[in-house]
């Protein structure tokens, strides 16, 4: 399947890619997005501002993460590579910038993300 385009200022993204339990996937991500002035990958990046936490306590700020139908207790980071992703859930796969709650709309650029399904 062609790259998916993950888009920093969208709170999730769809990528209509539906995922049953047990199914395993790898993933590769590239590019540069912004959040509000800090250029990064899709790794994130690790500096802690104003005391607020992303959506995904633990795990970098604007790192590449993904869940399941928008349920963020579904969600897992993915950053430049996630390979052999074991699926706990059923249902449709969504990629999100690991960002604060509420402060999607400052964010710019996006990150291509290449999704195989590994047989």
């Known amino acids: 399947m062609p790259p998916f385009k993950v888009i920093s200022s969208e709170e999730f993204n769809n990528s ?3 995922v049953e339990i047990g199914e395993t996937y790898s993933f590769y991500a590239k590019g540069i997005w912004v959040d509000l ?7 994130g990046w690790l ?9 995904l306590k633990g795990v970098p700020i604007f790192k590449l993460c993904a869940c399941i139908d928008k349920d963020l207790s579904t ?8 390979e052999n992703k074991k ?16 402060f999607y709309k400052n964010n710019l650029g996006s990150i291509e993300v290449e999704i ?3 047989v």
């Open 16 to 18: 209509n890619i539906k």
């Open 37 to 43: 002035i800090v250029p990064c990958g899709p790794n």
């Open 47 to 55: 500096k802690k501002i104003l005391n607020c936490e992303p959506v």
């Open 75 to 82: 969600a897992f980071p993915i950053g430049d590579k996630l």
């Open 87 to 102: 699926m706990e859930h059923n249902g449709t796969l969504y990629f999100f910038a690991n960002d604060v709650e509420g």
């Open 116 to 118: 195989f399904k590994n």
